[in-house]
């Protein structure tokens, strides 16, 4: 798994990697932004992307005010606009790690992301994500980070349960 991400840093697209969360690659369900119900602190939000953006703040009304976001592109440019709560540098990664986990406990969803095993996942962008995605060969990758460790987990899980 170490190595698999250790890999994931090199932006270069290889055989073994899926680059791109899209219909275009037919990776969409990787997006945040792809039409999966999760809950976060008791409240379900339409997509992950609402959730994530909502969890920048402590404030119930903007937290309300993101779920209802009509889609995720509107959530995220809304999340782009709060203040953030104290710490959120701090604990952003683990809020999506917990936000994805959720994600994939679809039973459908989940065995597409136990299926692109063992392929790199390559959060590739042209928004300027560095953080979490690459774009123009550069950046962190850390949203495929998660999700192959969130594939790792599962993989091992259901090895567990045979």
């Not at 990776?27 to 992307?49: D, I, K, Q, R």
Request: with cysteine; aromatic share 10%; net charge positive.
């Amino acid at each position: 798994m170490k190595q698999v991400l250790e890999e994931s840093r090199q932006a270069e697209p290889r055989d073994n990697s899926i680059v791109g969360f899209s219909k275009k690659t037919g990776y969409e369900f990787l997006s945040n932004f792809y039409g999966s119900t999760v809950a976060y602190e008791g409240v379900l939000y339409p997509t992950v992307e609402h959730a994530y953006q909502a969890s920048k703040s402590t404030n119930k009304q903007t937290r309300d005010l993101i779920k209802r976001a009509e889609t995720p592109y509107v959530a995220k440019r809304l999340g782009k606009s709060i203040e953030l709560r104290s710490g959120w540098a701090d604990i952003r990664i683990d809020i999506m790690r917990l936000l994805i986990r959720e994600k994939f406990e679809n039973p459908f969803i989940r065995w597409q992301l136990k299926d692109t095993s063992p392929k790199i996942l390559i959060n590739e962008n042209r928004w300027n994500d560095k953080f979490w995605g690459i774009c123009n060969n550069m950046g962190e990758n850390n949203l495929g980070k998660i999700l192959m460790e969130v594939r790792e987990e599962i993989i091992l899980a259901d090895l567990s349960e045979v």
